[in-house]
């Protein structure tokens, strides 16, 4: 079984120095057209002769400082001010191979920080199974200007969102709920959190819908519960964590199937948000549940309209074994209420039908808080990672009461699954705890700079933004 422990910073292009680094300036399009103005008559030439227009997230190599051919005296990349993050990644995915570092004066009021983690999201890429493929490496130096608090925080998010990324794309095969365990065990030691896995008989005693989903399979079922930290805010992260969703017996169509190694992208989420929040030394105490289970078919599966036990005693009639993450959750978001957390979330790849409604860049937010759920959006639009909220729709409860022996777990109506999903959730997290859950695709099907194919951290920056501010940083 491949192991996927956190990528260090430098694999991701930050370095702390070096002094082969060739100098990069960051310009607005205003600062570029001062900065032409003001250039000398060669340099006016060379920019003329390179056909350069000025747009955000182009760069232009610039001839050396003695006059001779070539471009190898340095670069200008052009950024938006206000949010320099995919800029900064384009910016990166052109420059040549090299090492690079921004001088810390007229960079027109670009941040800084979002330059470091947009050139650091530009270079992951997932080789773990191609081992002699060449990696170009682009490197930036951090800024002087940036505290190590601040260099913390981008090393957090970038290492985070890599070990997001590989977790999901690892094959199924591989990131089994052992593979998932694994990681977590890993995190846990690198940062000297606590770790309790709970399995077998225990689990099916203490966590019968977990079990229940995930008896089917060649690799057991297992809650997974992490903690770390001694002050500040309790804050409680659950990810659902099916290793790979068949369907169970009702079996999704081949096509369907193909990527579903991605159904435990919300365990992935929270395994690289924990890691992002650990690294920036956050000061939380922090709790992360991960009910972890492969959706398969055998003589163990559950059937449509079993009737299945769960941890808060509230049983549930299966309305579709495909819905089968809801399940998982509940028994997890039980537990977690149990200490009542200052805040709880869980992310999960919960419908199809929040696709539908938001498309695969967007996940959807649900919250039982007003406040919170104001909040979180202005986080993610300050993380330049967005979400959008669903509402908590209570005359949709109805259709979850009307199962034939008890509460259903999809109800009969085929509209609005991301809502009655939702709401099923809500049943076992109750109305008054500050809940919040993200429904996402966790999946990138197309490729754009520091964005690329496959499994993907949504949500992570926005709900590390959050916190921080819960935190009181």
Not at 65 to 75: K, L, V
Not at 142 to 166: H, K, M, N, V, Y
Not at 216 to 224: Q, S, T, Y
Not at 348 to 373: I, Y
């Amino acid at each position: 079984m491949t192991s996927f422990p956190l990528t260090d910073a430098q694999t991701l292009g930050l370095v702390a120095h070096d002094e082969a680094a060739r100098p990069l300036r960051v310009m607005t399009v205003d600062g570029f057209d001062r900065w032409i103005k003001d250039a000398e008559n060669a340099m006016r030439n060379w920019v003329a002769a390179s056909g350069f227009v000025a747009k955000a997230g182009k760069t232009l190599l610039l001839p050396p400082a003695d006059g001779g051919d070539g471009g190898d005296g340095g670069a200008i990349a052009i950024m938006d001010a206000e949010m320099p993050l995919w800029d900064a990644a384009r910016a990166a995915s052109s420059l040549p191979a090299a090492s690079w570092q921004i001088g810390d004066v007229n960079v027109d009021g670009i941040d800084l920080g979002m330059v470091c983690l947009g050139w650091a999201l530009s270079q992951y890429s997932f080789d773990a199974y191609r081992p002699d493929k060449a990696q170009e490496t682009r490197s930036l130096v951090f800024p002087a200007s940036l505290t190590q608090a601040e260099r913390s925080r981008i090393t957090g998010l970038a290492t985070g969102t890599a070990l997001c990324r590989d977790l999901i794309n690892a094959p199924a095969n591989h990131m089994t709920p052992a593979g998932i365990e694994a990681a977590a065990r890993d995190l846990a030691e690198r940062f000297g959190a606590g770790i309790e896995v709970t399995s077998g008989e225990t689990l099916e005693k203490d966590f019968p819908a977990i079990n229940t989903v995930g008896r089917a399979a060649e690799v057991g079922p297992r809650l997974i519960d992490m903690r770390w930290g001694d002050s500040g805010p309790s804050i409680t992260l659950i990810g659902k964590g099916i290793s790979f969703d068949s369907g169970g017996l009702d079996l999704k169509p081949s096509k369907a199937m193909e990527i579903m190694k991605k159904d435990m992208g919300g365990a992935a989420t929270v395994l690289g948000l924990a890691a992002a929040l650990m690294t920036a030394d956050m000061p939380v105490r922090l709790r992360v549940l991960v009910p972890t289970a492969e959706n398969a078919v055998s003589a163990k599966s559950m059937r449509p309209l079993d009737v299945i036990d769960t941890r808060a005693g509230i049983p549930v009639e299966v309305g579709n074994t495909d819905a089968e993450g809801r399940l998982v959750l509940a028994d997890a978001i039980t537990l977690a209420c149990e200490e009542k957390p200052d805040f709880m979330i869980d992310f999960a790849t919960l419908t199809g039908a929040a696709r539908v409604a938001l498309g695969t860049e967007l996940p959807a937010l649900f919250a039982n808080d007003d406040d919170t759920a104001g909040d979180i959006i202005r986080a993610s639009n300050d993380a330049a990672d967005p979400l959008w909220r669903l509402p908590l729709f209570d005359a949709y409860e109805r259709h979850l009461d009307g199962g034939h022996a008890a509460m259903s777990s999809t109800g009969a109506s085929g509209y609005g699954g991301a809502i009655t999903a939702a709401l099923f959730l809500r049943r076992f997290a109750g109305k008054q705890t500050n809940w919040a859950h993200i429904d996402v695709m966790a999946w990138n099907l197309g490729s754009r700079p520091g964005r690329p194919k496959g499994g993907e951290a949504m949500g992570l920056r926005a709900l590390f933004t959050y916190i921080e501010r819960l935190a009181g940083r």
